[in-house]
């Protein structure tokens, strides 16, 4: 079992940046891809981004790519989102997510642990 716990979260205006945090517990944090989503009231979770094991390879979402960047710090179990230049449509709950297989994948049904999501809203 692994626990993903998210932070970082808040309320900003269009144009600004925030960078949220999962750390994560229970297993070997090394041993998993990372990703996160995020999902909007009355909306599907959608993909946003994942990172390998290794931190060598990320994937992202058209919308993002440019303005989010995926990280991970494997000696204290914690994968970042970076997220530059937020726009209102950015605006959901964002939830990290642990896969055990091997490989980056923008499928939520690959991921085997979610975390409780952090609340990001931008204003226009």
């Known amino acids: 079992q692994v626990q993903l716990v998210e932070s970082g979260g808040g309320l900003v205006q269009a144009g600004a940046s925030l960078r949220l945090s999962c750390g994560a517990s229970?297993?070997?944090?090394?041993?998993?891809?990372m990703g996160w989503f995020r999902q909007a009231p009355g909306k599907e979770r959608k993909f946003v981004a994942a990172?390998?094991?290794?931190?060598?390879?990320?994937l992202y979402v058209d919308s993002v790519k440019g303005r989010f960047t995926i990280s991970r710090d494997n000696a204290k179990n914690t994968v970042y989102l970076q997220m530059n230049s937020l726009k209102p449509e950015d605006t959901a709950a964002y939830y990290c997510?642990?896969?055990?297989?091997?490989?980056?994948?923008?499928?939520?049904?690959?991921?085997?642990?979610w975390g409780q999501g952090t609340q990001v809203t931008v204003s226009s």
């Open positions: 990172i390998s094991q290794s931190g060598d390879s990320t």
């Open positions: 997510a642990a896969r055990i297989s091997v490989g980056v994948t923008t499928a939520g049904y690959d991921y085997d642990y």
């Open positions: 229970g297993r070997t944090f090394s041993s998993f891809t």
